[in-house]
């Protein structure tokens, strides 16, 4: 059992960054691959990052350009999530998960555990 807690989210103007936490419970945290999925209002929730269990492999959503980066400290069992450039489309609950497979990395159904998400909301 992997319990997932994230932090980090707020109000920002457009143009600026935040950097989100998760924080997992329990000594398995390296053996999980790690993502980072959002889901705005009305929409349905989608896939942006992932990291491999000892991050030397990260995929991103191609939609992001470049804006996002997700890295995770396995001494800390936390993984983070960094967006700059902010824009009011990133406004979202952002919801990290783990899973133990990097198969089909992109897909939510294949996440074992989840967070309860951390709002980001970006004004114009």
């Known amino acids: 059992q992997v319990q997932l807690v994230e932090s980090g989210g707020e109000p920002v103007q457009a143009g600026g960054s935040l950097r989100l936490s998760c924080v997992a419970s329990g000594r398995t945290f390296s053996t999980y691959v790690m993502g980072w999925f959002r889901q705005a209002p009305g929409k349905e929730r989608e896939f942006v990052a992932a990291i491999s269990q000892r991050g030397q492999t990260t995929r991103y959503a191609e939609y992001l350009n470049g804006r996002f980066a997700i890295s995770r400290d396995n001494a800390k069992n936390t993984v983070y999530l960094q967006i700059n450039s902010l824009e009011p489309d990133d406004t979202a609950a952002y919801y990290c998960?783990?899973?133990?497979?990097?198969?089909?990395?992109?897909?939510?159904?294949?996440?074992?555990?989840w967070g309860q998400g951390t709002q980001v909301t970006v004004s114009a």
């Open positions: 998960a783990a899973r133990l497979e990097w198969y089909a990395y992109n897909d939510a159904s294949g996440y074992a555990y």
